[in-house]
């Protein structure tokens, strides 16, 4: 799996990054959206691009919770970067 880039918020207020994170969840749940209603032949196209739209909304909330909450923020970007590095166990 080629890694994706990490976005980086490091200069953006807490509002830009509230932002990115409410972007990042519409998207996911679009994409949720998508998965469900795909025909079978299209079921593991839709199930990744879920997937890495859910990936995004995780690290906008970590990249959220790090600026406006930092002890709490660094836990979660801990775990989002534990989480990118395990293999996939998931099945669609």
């Given at each position: 799996?080629?890694?994706?880039?990490?976005?980086?918020?490091?200069?953006?207020?807490?509002?830009a990054?509230?932002?990115?994170?409410?972007?990042?969840?519409?998207?996911?749940?679009?994409?949720?959206?998508?998965?469900?209603?795909?025909?079978?032949?299209?079921?593991?196209?839709?199930?990744?691009?879920?997937?890495?739209?859910?990936?995004?909304?995780?690290?906008?909330?970590?990249?959220?919770?790090?600026?406006?909450?930092?002890?709490?923020?660094r836990?979660?970007q801990?775990?989002?970067?534990?989480?990118?590095?395990?293999?996939?166990?998931?099945?669609?």
């Amino acid at each position: 799996m080629a890694k994706e880039p990490r976005l980086s918020w490091a200069t953006s207020g807490p509002e830009a990054l509230w932002d990115a994170w409410a972007f990042a969840a519409v998207e996911a749940e679009l994409a949720l959206d998508a998965w469900l209603k795909a025909k079978q032949a299209l079921k593991e196209a839709t199930y990744s691009a879920y997937r890495q739209a859910l990936d995004r909304e995780e690290q906008a909330a970590a990249e959220l919770a790090a600026r406006v909450a930092p002890k709490v923020g660094r836990r979660l970007q801990t775990r989002w970067a534990v989480n990118r590095s395990a293999p996939n166990s998931s099945a669609a």
